[in-house]
């Protein structure tokens, strides 16, 4: 496919570091999107602070680069406002989960129809490589120079607890499912969230020893292991292991369509 | 006649990751001076998993095409 | 035609003045002494098909609002003290990317949790620097239930024209107290919506530094493409480290307002061209004031009171013309001296500035007024 159309060339070459899956999953977005033939004055990438939320800078739509932790909300303005756009939100796992936790779960909770592409790189990467939510148990971070000694946030588990019709999981590596979950996703009329595995190589690879940048996506070949294969695997084989696959995918009544009803009802009275 | 597979590589944009050299079944591709390079097109599948992981939007790949004669060759 | 006459709360007030302004969103949180206008919209914007939403905090009513703007509509949010504290950053968002929004806050007792259900006039200072780096702002404090309605319809037609937030301050006591007001037939209401851009998409730069200092703004979705950051940018929108640009931009964002400050600022003079005393207030406090000022006057005092309606950009011509005259100026306020500091440096040596200050969460009393303007004579 040709990339060139969707972007803001003369931005290039992007910020990302030598080997970082930011870009990789850009282009599935990208691929997605064109799957489904959208409009580009249609379409709104809202992002929050971190190297995620870079993307919106390089792609020729609506975008919005917002304010640590508060795309969701944002976001969410947007979508009222303008029911008719195709809003995506890019965040990453610090940015959604800590400082922005309380909008996921009131979105995915709302089931309002976002888009959220959430890019999991287990650290705080822009600002260093301080510890996030996500950093597994014993890893280390600038922040965490003992080694992370907290428990993970279940990303998935806690968006469809809190009411998401549609949650997925891939890495950058698997580039083809991880189009097809992120078109399914857009498709979807309800809150929809993807993680997306994009390992950094600059902050997190290199504290924790993880090799080359190169590494870090080439080794998620064998560290993936797909939803249904994992539902025979021990808690110990799963160790260390990234479950991939289609989460959750329900159907819920969408916030705005409810919010139109109640406003027609209201303006016939 | 056989239109051969065409890799483009951006050398600009490209940040010489090499995840493109190792992903590629083939052996097409290669690292010099720091970037991609095409080293032997013949091989090309046209599987498109350089371009599918460049990080850099730096690799765009065409791939072969078949003439319709060939059925019959 | 129905009867425009009510008996109205400052609160309900400022949501119809929303309304009439042409507002079709609302995201909020509930706070008192706030919480009515929220209630208000709930039931009346989806009437007419606007869009009402109690987000998960403040910080998120903030962040929508914004996000409403960028999609075309006309947003409000109201809060008070510690909402409008967390509400801070994004107000700093909407400021530097210049997106119209009207934030009000009914000011209540502080710091931090403080009278939740008493008037105070505490958070003047945080509604001009509550949000950190040098920003533009408008803050507007109305003294009664018509002017809160009127000011309202000021502060949408304000953001929308200069394309900057704008603050409405009101206080516990502006913002419950009822009053009979007969209010204007909507469709007379001069409105102003923000300028559009005339040109090709191709050539559209959403920051454009020309002579008027406000860019034009498309509305997401409208077929302009392009890119709203908090970071520091240029005129394309896009961030920047260039010194030259950085200086460009942050000069024209914080000076835009300067151009337009004949029709920003208002002040409300009330038998001030022979005084010798002065009053310089706002909001409830003049209320009290006004009585205080008659008072003296039928006493024989030349007391002469400019009420403050425009508090950011402050007036300092006004304040400073007025302080020619002046041996004394007295500035009665709900809080400890937060405008009598700012009135110092209008007046310049001109008039001695004696503060009435009360933060007990009780209005201020005539009778301390008089007693004031008393010691100066």
Same mark, same amino acid.
């Given at each position: 496919m040709d990339y060139l159309p969707y972007l803001r060339k003369d931005k290039f070459p992007h910020i990302w570091c030598e080997g970082c899956g930011d870009g990789i999953a850009l282009k599935a977005i990208l691929r997605a999107?064109?799957?489904?033939?959208?409009?580009?004055?249609?379409?709104?990438?809202?992002?929050?602070?971190?190297?995620?939320?870079?993307?919106?800078g390089y792609v020729d739509f609506n975008t919005l680069h917002t304010t640590h932790g508060r795309a969701i909300a944002f976001a969410t303005g947007l979508k009222l406002a303008r029911p008719e756009l195709t809003v995506l939100v890019i965040s990453g796992d610090g940015d959604a989960t800590a400082i922005g936790g309380n909008h996921l779960i009131h979105a995915a909770r709302r089931n309002i129809n976002l888009t959220v592409l959430l890019y999991n790189n287990h650290i705080y990467g822009m600002t260093g490589g301080q510890v996030s939510p996500t950093t597994p148990m014993g890893d280390f971070a600038t922040t965490a120079p003992y080694g992370g000694m907290e428990n993970n946030f279940d990303i998935a588990g806690l968006t469809i607890a809190a009411g998401a019709s549609f949650v997925a999981r891939s890495t950058v590596y698997h580039a083809k499912a991880l189009e097809r979950m992120i078109e399914a996703a857009i498709k979807k009329n309800g809150f929809s969230l993807v993680e997306i595995m994009s390992p950094c190589p600059t902050a997190y690879g290199k504290i924790n020893k993880k090799g080359l940048p190169k590494d870090l996506v080439l080794n998620q070949k064998t560290q993936a292991v797909n939803l249904e294969k994992s539902k025979t695997m021990s808690a110990e084989d799963l160790r260390g292991r990234i479950i991939t696959g289609i989460l959750a995918d329900r159907e819920i009544p969408e916030y705005v369509n409810t919010y139109d009803k109640i406003m027609s009802s209201a303006q016939r009275r | 006649m056989n239109q051969k597979a065409r890799v483009i590589i951006n050398e600009i944009w490209c940040k010489g990751c090499?995840?493109?050299?190792?992903?590629?079944?083939?052996?097409?591709?290669? @690292?010099?001076? $720091?970037? #991609?390079?095409?080293?032997?097109?013949?091989?090309?599948?046209?599987? @498109? @998993?350089?371009?599918?992981?460049?990080?850099? $939007? #730096?690799?765009?790949?065409?791939? #072969?095409?078949?003439?319709?004669?060939?059925?019959?060759? | 035609m129905n009867s425009r006459t009510f008996m109205m709360q400052g609160n309900i007030a400022v949501a119809e003045g929303a309304i009439d302004a042409g507002c079709r969103f609302f995201a909020g949180y509930p706070i008192t002494p706030s919480s009515e206008i929220a209630e208000h919209l709930s039931k009346k914007l989806p009437e007419i098909g606007g869009r009402f939403i109690q987000m998960e905090d403040e910080i998120a009513a903030m962040g929508a609002v914004i996000g409403a703007s960028l999609g075309g509509l006309k947003s409000l949010t109201a809060t008070s003290g510690p909402g409008f504290s967390l509400k801070q950053e994004n107000i700093g968002y909407a400021s530097m990317t210049e997106v119209p929004v009207v934030i009000v806050n009914v000011m209540r007792g502080g710091p931090s949790t403080g009278l939740p259900t008493l008037p105070a006039q505490g958070d003047v200072m945080q509604a001009r620097w509550g949000t950190h780096g040098d920003h533009p702002i408008?803050?507007? =404090?109305?003294?009664?239930?018509?002017?809160?309605?009127?000011?309202? =319809?000021?502060? *949408?037609?304000?953001?929308?024209?200069?394309?900057?937030?704008?603050?409405?301050?009101?206080?516990?006591?502006?913002?419950?107290? %009822?009053?009979?007001?007969?209010?204007?037939?909507?469709?007379t209401l001069e409105l102003v919506k923000r300028k559009k851009p005339e040109m090709a998409p191709d050539d559209y730069l959403p920051y454009i530094n020309d002579e008027s200092m406000i860019?034009?703004?498309?509305? *997401?979705?409208?077929?302009?493409? %392009?890119?709203?950051?908090?970071?520091?940018?240029?005129?394309?929108?896009?961030? !920047?480290?260039?010194?030259?640009?950085?200086?460009?931009?942050? !000069?024209?964002?914080?000076?835009?307002?300067?151009?337009?400050?004949?029709?920003?600022?208002?002040?409300?003079? !009330?038998?001030?061209?022979?005084?010798?005393?002065?009053? =310089?207030? %706002?909001?409830?406090?003049?209320?009290?004031?006004?009585?205080?000022?008659?008072?003296?006057?039928?006493?024989?005092?030349?007391?002469?009171?400019?009420?403050?309606?425009?508090?950011?950009? *402050?007036?300092?011509?006004?304040?400073?013309? *007025?302080? /020619? /005259?002046?041996?004394?100026?007295? =500035?009665?306020?709900?809080?400890?001296?937060?405008?009598?500091?700012?009135?110092e440096h209008a007046v310049r040596g001109n008039a001695e500035v004696l503060r009435v200050n009360k933060i007990t969460g009780e209005p201020i009393n005539p009778e301390e007024i008089i007693l004031k303007i008393k010691e100066c004579v």
């Open positions: 999107i064109n799957n489904l033939g959208l409009d580009k004055d249609k379409i709104a990438m809202v992002s929050g602070i971190g190297c995620s939320s870079r993307t919106p | 090499e995840i493109c050299v190792d992903i590629c079944p083939r052996k097409v591709l290669v @690292m010099q001076d $720091f970037v #991609a390079k095409v080293d032997d097109i013949d091989q090309c599948t046209g599987c @498109m @998993m350089c371009e599918l992981l460049c990080p850099d $939007f #730096a690799i765009v790949v065409h791939p #072969a095409e078949k003439s319709k004669k060939s059925i019959t060759e | 408008i803050t507007l =404090v109305p003294a009664s239930v018509r002017e809160s309605y009127d000011m309202t =319809v000021q502060a *949408f037609n304000m953001s929308e024209k200069y394309r900057v937030p704008v603050i409405i301050l009101l206080d516990e006591i502006i913002g419950h107290v %009822y009053e009979k007001v007969t209010l204007p037939d909507p469709l860019p034009p703004m498309a509305n *997401f979705g409208d077929g302009y493409r %392009y890119h709203v950051t908090g970071l520091v940018h240029d005129e394309t929108g896009f961030p !920047t480290n260039d010194t030259a640009k950085i200086e460009a931009m942050l !000069t024209r964002l914080n000076t835009k307002l300067d151009k337009y400050q004949d029709e920003i600022i208002q002040v409300e003079e !009330t038998d001030t061209d022979d005084a010798k005393i002065g009053i =310089v207030t %706002y909001g409830s406090s003049a209320r009290s004031s006004r009585f205080a000022q008659r008072q003296a006057r039928e006493a024989g005092i030349p007391v002469g009171m400019l009420r403050i309606q425009t508090l950011w950009p *402050f007036p300092i011509q006004a304040i400073h013309e *007025f302080s /020619k /005259k002046l041996s004394h100026i007295i =500035v009665p306020e709900l809080n400890l001296g937060q405008i009598a500091h700012e009135v």
